[in-house]
T-cell receptor
Framework: DSGVTQTPKHLITATGQRVTLRCSPR?????VYWYQQSLDQGLQFLIQ???????AKGNILERFSAQQFPDLHSELNLSSLELGDSALYFC?????????????????FGAGSRLTVL | EDQVTQSPEALRLQEGESSSLNCSYT??????LFWYRQDPGKGPEFLFT???AGEEKEKERLKATLTKKESFLHITAPKPEDSATYLC????????????FGKGTTLSVSS
């Protein structure tokens, strides 16, 4: 158990629908990252939040949005779902998001949420 | 653009047959290079962080090395339980703290 909790583990839905994925970071971690993993693209960075504020954006579609709440858990909202959105969605957390820090900080990943769009 | 390329895509070894996995990267200011292990249907599990060229780190049968353009993950006398996908990632200074991943090398070790 990595300490990063993701729910649900599996989700099956239809095209055009909207889903919400939830992530609770490790105790003490202020940063949450969302990644999408598909067979052909590998792990793609979507978005990062630090202590409730958006910190960095990657290849996140406009149909997708995220937020981090005061208790530091985060939700990733996926809307107008398409077949191509079927993938594993991972959340990761870290304890240091200071861009000025000289050290690299380790991301700890959750077990993922598998989304299937039919 | 920051990029990570891993080779080979897949590698099959016999138990005890040592080999190396390659990770080539281009990044505008390296904050750190990471190796993760991922088992099927699970999240990536952290193995190593390397910070500067010449650095080496070891863990059991795994040894990671770093040059200015690439990193190698050496696997010595592998066992079937080492079978997994090994992911390389970089953290770039200008990009904040998100990791940019390669597509991984899937290692299969047979007994």
């Amino acid at each position: 158990d990595s300490g990063v909790t993701q729910t649900p583990k599996h989700l099956i839905t239809a095209t055009g629908q909207r889903v919400t994925l939830r992530c609770s970071p490790r105790s003490g971690d202020l940063s949450v990252y969302w990644y999408q993993q598909s067979l052909d693209q590998g792990l793609q960075f979507l978005i990062q939040y630090y202590n409730g504020e958006e910190r960095a954006k990657g290849n996140i579609l406009e149909r997708f949005s995220a937020q981090q709440f005061p208790d530091l858990h985060s939700e990733l909202n996926l809307s107008s779902l398409e077949l191509g959105d079927s993938a594993l969605y991972f959340c990761a957390s870290s304890d240091n998001s200071d861009i000025r820090s000289s050290g690299a900080n380790v991301l700890t990943f959750g077990a993922g949420s598998r989304l299937t769009v039919l | 653009e920051d990029q990570v390329t891993q080779s080979p895509e897949a590698l099959r070894l016999q138990e005890g047959e040592s080999s190396s996995l390659n990770c080539s990267y281009t990044v505008s200011g390296l904050r750190g290079l990471f190796w993760y292990r991922q088992d099927p249907g699970k999240g990536p599990e952290f193995l190593f962080t390397l910070y500067s060229a010449g650095e080496e780190k070891e863990k059991e049968r795994l040894k990671a090395t770093l040059t200015k353009k690439e990193s190698f993950l050496h696997i010595t006398a592998p066992k079937p339980e080492d079978s997994a996908t090994y992911l390389c990632a970089v953290q770039a200074r200008k990009a904040g703290t998100a990791l940019i991943f390669g597509k991984g090398t899937t290692l299969s070790v047979s007994s």
